[in-house]
């Protein structure tokens, strides 16, 4: 495929084009008009970070301070992105990469490229038309959701909505029987994977939301749960717990869900490898090297860093994703050439969401794609399973 003109992914061919990413396409020419600025002024954003000013400016300041808020100092905030740009690429020249295959199976499911959307709360803080319009977005990109249990649309809403069946992320609830009870409803919902978010207990120190006092809109998930009328994830005075987390989860707490679901158990939030060796042990059947983008304890390292040690450990045993601070398609095919499978982007597509709903989250995808074939191509590598250690120079 050649794409002469960078104004292609913003165009109303962006989708078609991608689309014909993983077989050689004609050469194709972009006609002038999808250069041209918009209406408003402003250029079309044309990599993921040029949405985020963009979403600034149209999300409430709210809604912005929770989007985009790291913990405390954010120090692991801006390493996790910082830490992908250290990272330096080692390319083989002379491949014919004319036809490029971004496939991957996950848990029976089969991916058009690596890359998922991962569970973000409340998005109607960013846009009205919150889940539903990410839903929408990620059909049109043919990428899979994972929705938040913290969503301001119920699961079965959501579902309907979707084109791959999404995932659902848990938080788990003090109240065994209603987490129980939720679980099933995403199962028999037709959701595909269950993420437990194992890095959560509590939350961490967020003064950015402290001092935006933020309030989330109704979270219908978790509707009938009597903790949860009024609850904040930021408790106040000495307090350091909220009534809608559940402090008391161990590894056990998986084995216990084993006895209920047959969906595949992804432990979200692994930084430690002596962690994914745990999870492995309890039963998970995947794990995802996630810092919670940074949002819960700071000054633990960027998710890169982690994500070698942590394949190293889990050898191949079960798949292993990675989130945080990707926002090129460099990063994406760094990840993979340290061993994930996969990877999924959180805020860049949030920003998508803010600036023009379903339309914008579909674009912040389809320029990560559409990156990550160039890296892919540029580097040599035509297949997932050719992206391995030696892409990365060392
Ligand atoms: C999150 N994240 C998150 N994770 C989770 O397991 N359940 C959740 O409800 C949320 N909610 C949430 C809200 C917001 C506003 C953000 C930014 C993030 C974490 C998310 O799934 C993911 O780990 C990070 O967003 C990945 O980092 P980047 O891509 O945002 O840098």
């Known amino acids: 495929m050649v794409i002469t003109r960078r104004g292609v992914l913003v165009s109303g ?5 991608l689309s014909a990413l993983p077989v050689a396409a004609e050469p194709q ?30 999300m409430t300041p709210m809604g912005w301070e929770y989007m985009s808020a790291g913990a405390a100092d954010e120090i692991s905030l801006r390493w996790n992105t910082e830490a992908y740009q250290r990272i330096r690429l080692r390319p083989r020249v002379l491949v014919d990469v004319s036809r490029l295959d971004t496939r991957i199976t996950l848990f029976g499911q089969e991916h058009a490229f690596p890359i998922l959307l991962a569970p973000v709360a409340s998005q109607k803080l960013a846009h009205p038309g919150g889940e539903l319009a990410t839903a929408r977005g990620a059909a049109a990109a043919d990428t899979t959701m994972v929705l938040s249990s913290f969503s301001n649309t119920s699961l079965e809403d959501v579902f309907a909505a979707a084109k ?8 788990m609830q003090r109240d065994r029987g209603f987490t129980r009870e939720l679980v099933q409803r995403a199962e028999s919902a037709g959701y595909r994977a269950l993420c437990l978010t194992v890095d959560f207990p509590l939350s ?33 005075g000495l307090d350091i717990y909220t009534p809608i987390l559940d402090p008391t989860v161990t590894w056990k707490t998986i084995e216990w869900m084993r006895s209920f679901t047959k969906l595949p158990i992804l432990a979200k939030g692994v930084l430690n490898p002596d962690d994914a060796e745990l999870a492995i042990k309890a039963g998970t059947s ?8 940074a949002r819960n304890l700071d000054t633990v390292p960027a998710t890169i860093d982690a994500l070698a040690l942590v394949t190293e450990r889990v050898a191949g045993r079960v798949p292993v994703l990675v989130d945080g601070g990707i926002r090129r398609g460099t990063d994406v095919l760094k990840a ?13 597509y949030v920003w998508g969401l803010g600036v023009e709903g379903d339309t ?3 674009k912040v995808v389809n320029i990560l794609r559409r990156e990550f074939a160039m890296a892919m191509a540029l580097t040599g590598r035509t297949t997932i399973a050719s992206i391995d250690r030696t892409v990365i120079w060392s």
């Open 13 to 17: 061919g962006a989708i078609a084009a």
């Open 164 to 171: 791959s069946p999404p995932w659902f992320q848990l938080y």
């Open 360 to 362: 914008g989250v579909a």
């Open 336 to 348: 993979l050439a340290l061993g994930a499978n996969a990877v999924l982007i959180g805020r860049p």
């Open 204 to 236: 961490g120190v967020r003064n950015r939301e402290a001092r935006a006092n933020v309030k989330l809109p109704p979270l219908p998930n978790l509707q009938g749960m009597k903790e949860s009328k009024g609850a904040s994830l930021l408790p106040s």
């Open 29 to 58: 020419t972009v006609s002038p008009a999808a250069d041209v600025a918009k209406s408003d002024g402003s250029a079309e954003p044309v990599c993921l970070t040029d949405f985020e000013p963009l979403a600034k400016k149209k």
């Open 286 to 293: 995947g794990i995802m090297v996630s810092n919670h983008g």
